[in-house]
């Protein structure tokens, strides 16, 4: 477990991505890696997991700190889905990530992310919805990404933040929550938890 200065509360998450968003912010807060099974469920819809394995690694965050460090514990989980409904994952071989881009391609999709927090109070979710438009790629282009090393560990085979900016001619909804953190809905659940980032008042001794 990695910690900040004085936390406020704890990011049940590895993604460096997540980190940046909350610093960008202002937030404090200590790292907790936890391990939940990420599968979905039979006929689950892909709101309903976000919501599910955001709220597990939350819980399962507060468990780990409850006795050591029991401050809030944030979760969050990020799913793409293809315009045929179909949820993409991270592709893990160059043919797994063509595939994707190539639902992608010249189409709209849909990144859902859920953000959970776990407190004393109980816990609370909200799920961000963005719709996202590709231009149309060439294989060659597909192919090029794949060997950039940058898709392979990305929900739906891109990152918005890196060179797949190049892919999207817009989005309606929230830039952030593509990237893997809605940072309106969050501040909003930290706010509600008492939680501030740029905007808490620092005492004269910090």
């Not at 406020?8 to 939940?36: C, K, M, N, T, W």
């Not at 394995?53 to 989980?77: E, M, Q």
């Not at 709209?108 to 859920?114: D, E, I, Q, R, S």
């Amino acid at each position: 477990m990695q910690h900040t200065t004085t936390p406020d509360f704890h990011l049940a998450s590895a993604s460096p991505r997540r980190r940046e968003l909350l610093r960008q912010l202002g937030y404090r807060f200590a790292v907790l890696q936890v391990d939940i099974d990420e599968a979905a469920h039979p006929l689950e819809s892909a709101e309903a997991l976000v919501l599910r394995l955001a709220a597990r690694k939350a819980v399962a965050g507060a468990g780990l700190v409850a006795a050591t460090l029991p401050l809030p514990v944030l979760g969050a989980d990020t799913a793409v889905v293809a315009s045929g409904g179909e949820v993409l994952g991270k592709p893990a071989t160059c043919a797994e990530a063509l595939r994707m881009l190539e639902l992608l391609s010249g189409r709209a999709h849909t990144v859902l992310t859920g953000v959970a927090l776990a407190s004393a109070a109980g816990l609370r979710s909200v799920c961000s919805e963005t719709r996202v438009f590709f231009r149309r790629l060439e294989r060659a282009e597909m192919l090029r990404y794949w060997d950039s090393g940058e898709p392979r560990d990305k929900a739906g085979g891109y990152a918005i933040q890196g060179f797949a900016a190049d892919f999207v001619e817009r989005i309606e909804g929230s830039y952030s929550g593509v990237v893997g953190l809605p940072l309106f809905e969050t501040a909003r659940l930290l706010q509600d938890a008492g939680i501030e980032g740029w905007q808490r008042e620092v005492p004269d001794n910090e």
